[in-house]
């Protein structure tokens, strides 16, 4: 098991079970897992989408959730972290991405699963276009 | 064009709305600007394309897969990268060089 199997970008989908169960073996100490999971809507606003396409910038964005893991882990004390993000088209209600944060106890997983998907949509370099009926448009601005 | 010139070209990738209108993924420039401001000037020439988004700003630049500002050095070889504001961003602006 290396760093490379807690982080990971890929076209495929995930198992939220698999993962977890990946995750709970790093560790007799865990008492919490908390996760995050991003999926896709049919809707942005007003307008109704059909589908969206994740484009990421292939080596930087590695780094950056490298970056955040490492610092996570330091800053909340926690003892495991899984972050994957999909690229490619991905139809409504599909998986996005996932946090999952293995801690001794619920508390600091809160907070470092909250600090890593913050971090992520801040510092990565990772685009969503989005395919409406009406047009397809890169995502720049989202709350 | 010798090997030896081209493995010291500025390697200049785009992304999402910048790759769409310029319709290039990557462009090569030749050594000479010395900082992101004075490449981003030789690019706005070169891809004429994408001059007006580049005067715009509302993006932030990477050299070798790192943040960095405007003032920053950029030598021979080096991969800059232009971001237009990630997917999950909810405030693009007072990010220059995170």
């Known amino acids: 098991?290396?760093?490379?199997?807690?982080?990971?970008?890929?076209?495929?989908t995930f198992s939220v079970d698999q993962e977890i169960r990946r995750l709970k073996k790093s560790s007799g100490?865990?008492?919490?897992?908390?996760?995050?999971?991003?999926?896709?809507r049919d809707i942005s606003g007003e307008k109704k989408v059909s589908s969206l396409e994740f484009e990421h910038y292939p080596g930087m964005a590695e780094k950056k959730l490298h970056?955040?893991?490492?610092?996570?882990?330091?800053?909340?004390?926690?003892?495991?972290?899984?972050?994957?993000?999909?690229?490619?088209m991905l139809p409504v209600g599909e998986?996005?991405?996932?946090?999952?944060?293995?801690?001794?106890h619920r508390e600091e997983a809160f907070s470092a699963c909250r600090f890593c998907i913050d971090e992520l949509k801040r510092i990565t370099p990772i685009w969503k276009r989005e395919i409406t009926p009406e047009g397809e448009y890169w995502v720049e601005e989202h709350p | 064009m010798s090997r030896g010139?081209?493995?010291r070209m500025i390697t200049v990738k785009l992304f999402a709305t910048f790759r769409d209108k310029a319709g290039i993924n990557e462009l090569l420039v030749e050594p000479g600007p010395n900082t992101v401001t004075e490449l981003l000037t030789v690019i706005s020439h070169n891809c004429p394309s994408l001059s007006d988004m580049l005067a715009k700003g509302g993006f932030l630049v990477s050299v070798n897969r790192e943040?960095?500002?405007?003032?920053?050095?950029?030598?021979?070889g080096d991969e800059l990268a232009i971001l237009p504001p990630f997917s999950g961003g909810s405030n693009y602006s007072g990010r220059e060089g995170v």
């Open chain 1, 95 to 104: 998986n996005i991405v996932l946090i999952a944060v293995a801690a001794k």
């Open chain 1, 67 to 88: 970056q955040i893991r490492s610092e996570a882990i330091q800053k909340y004390g926690v003892i495991d972290i899984t972050i994957i993000h999909r690229v490619g």
């Open chain 2, 5 to 7: 010139l081209l493995f």
């Open chain 1, 29 to 40: 100490a865990i008492g919490a897992i908390v996760t995050f999971l991003g999926t896709t």
């Open chain 2, 67 to 76: 943040f960095v500002g405007r003032d920053s050095k950029v030598s021979d």
């Open chain 1, 1 to 12: 098991m290396n760093e490379t199997t807690f982080i990971r970008i890929q076209t495929a």
